[in-house]
């Protein structure tokens, strides 16, 4: 049977950034222990007191926190260059038999327009397209026998070149979008190769977010 102090350790270890605040004394204690006590009860089947919680909370250790910023810390001196990108648009297709065809066709038209920005992201239902608007009626016209799902336009997207460190490393991605949802931006889109990250952002949040970047980079 599980002990009080498992419980609660698993309990804010399923509960985004928590830890973190709770190492940064920015969260009291004797609150969260009375917000949690219901789902500890029912976990343990039992009553629990607040003082037990309390006691729980106070004797986790915050050695995630510390490996986490760790690697932060190193990751972040190796931060390279950010390219901002404006006037995008986002498109999602329901995958058929026809619409790689259809993407590769559209790779042979814009090859040689180096101003465009097109990156396909294809799941096991659906495709998305994130665009330059130059190229948008080009794309629409050779996708319009495609079933459209949801686009989104007045975006604009941060490309990150990583380090070759970044793939040992834990907490990275965890790390960037936790600032960015801090700040209330919404991501609406994650693309990401080997070294390179790019986050698609609502155009009226780009500047804020290019801040966001640039203070991860001076930690």
Same mark, same amino acid.
């Given at each position: 049977?599980? #002990?009080? /102090? ?23 204690? =004797? ?87 097109? #990156? ?9 397209? $994130? ?27 941060? #490309?990150?070149?990583?380090?070759? =460190?970044?793939?040992? /490393? =834990? ?14 931006? =919404? ?5 990401? #190769? ?6 698609? $952002?609502?155009?009226?949040?780009? /500047? ?12």
């Amino acid at each position: 049977m599980k #002990t009080i /102090q498992e419980t609660v350790e698993e309990i804010i270890n399923q509960t985004p950034f928590i830890e973190e605040a709770l190492h940064d004394k920015l969260i009291n204690v =004797s609150s969260l222990a009375r917000e949690i006590q219901p789902e500890v009860a029912k976990r343990l089947s039992k009553e629990v007191k607040t003082g037990a919680i309390m006691m729980a909370i106070n004797r986790i250790s915050p050695v995630h926190v510390l490996r986490i910023r760790k690697n932060i810390r190193s990751f972040s001196l190796e931060l390279k260059d950010f390219m901002v990108r404006s006037d995008l648009l986002d498109l999602t297709f329901k995958n058929s038999g026809s619409l790689q065809k259809q993407i590769a066709k559209i790779y042979e038209k814009i090859n040689s327009n180096r101003d465009s920005f097109f #990156t396909v992201s294809q799941g096991i239902f659906e495709t998305n397209l $994130v665009l330059s608007s130059n190229i948008e009626d080009v794309v629409r016209t050779a996708l319009k026998q495609e079933e459209l799902i949801h686009s989104i336009q007045e975006l604009a997207s941060i #490309t990150i070149k990583l380090p070759k =460190s970044n793939l040992e /490393q =834990s907490g990275i991605y965890y790390f960037i979008l936790k600032q960015f949802a801090w700040a209330n931006i =919404s991501v609406q889109e994650i693309i990401s #190769t080997t070294h390179e990250i790019t986050l698609i $952002v609502k155009e009226r949040d780009i /500047q804020k977010s290019f801040q966001i970047l640039m203070n991860v980079k001076s930690k």
